[in-house]
């Protein structure tokens, strides 16, 4: 390793499914994020599969968000515009700050893939008691875009010019 060279630094991740009909042998898109995680070095903390309910939703990702042990937390589903797509409205009172640039970012490059469709998504990034969140669409193609684009670079502390892992210890200031 060259003497300026950073060493990769392995995060702990919960991945969030956010779902009325998916299951743990129907859930794509959890499987891709936690088989994607693992396969860069990066620890999966815990996964689960919660319904489209603001309250379970806040539930489980505030205990995540309490737990030191958890540096951050991927969800899919629920970011569309239908009635049942809550996980926006969920997340958003728990953030201490929003990474608007996520959303904005994910859509630019999702137009590449879907063009105008890209509109529906209501993908959204912040921070919450020292824990990543990012909250990405249900399907496995979203999921791939978000990890491969734009989670997995700001994640290894490697990155250059800069990444959300090496500002980990400077969450608690």
């Known amino acids: 390793m060259a003497p300026d060279a950073k060493a990769f630094l392995p995060i702990r991740i919960a991945v969030l499914t956010i779902s009325d009909s998916r299951t743990e042998a129907t859930d794509k898109s959890g499987k891709l994020l936690c088989d994607r995680l693992t396969t860069t070095g990066h620890l999966l903390a815990e996964k689960a599969i919660v319904p489209d309910d603001i309250y379970q939703i806040r539930a489980i990702v505030s205990r ?7 540096q951050a937390i991927i969800t899919t589903g ?10 926006p ?3 958003k009172p728990l953030l201490d ?8 970012l994910f ?3 999702s137009y590449q893939e879907i063009k105008t469709s890209s509109l529906h998504s209501r993908a959204l990034a912040g921070v919450a008691n020292r824990t990543y969140l990012f909250c990405l669409p249900g399907s496995s193609g979203a999921c791939r875009t978000g990890w491969n684009e734009l989670i997995q670079p700001q994640l290894d502390s490697r990155h250059r010019p800069c990444n959300l892992a090496a500002l980990m210890p400077r969450l608690e200031e």
């Open 64 to 70: 995540w968000i309490a737990d030191t042990t958890v």
């Open 78 to 87: 629920g970011t569309g515009v239908t009635g049942r797509d809550g996980t």
């Open 89 to 91: 409205e969920a997340i």
């Open 97 to 104: 700050k929003e990474l608007q640039g996520f959303g904005e």
């Open 107 to 109: 859509r630019m490059i």
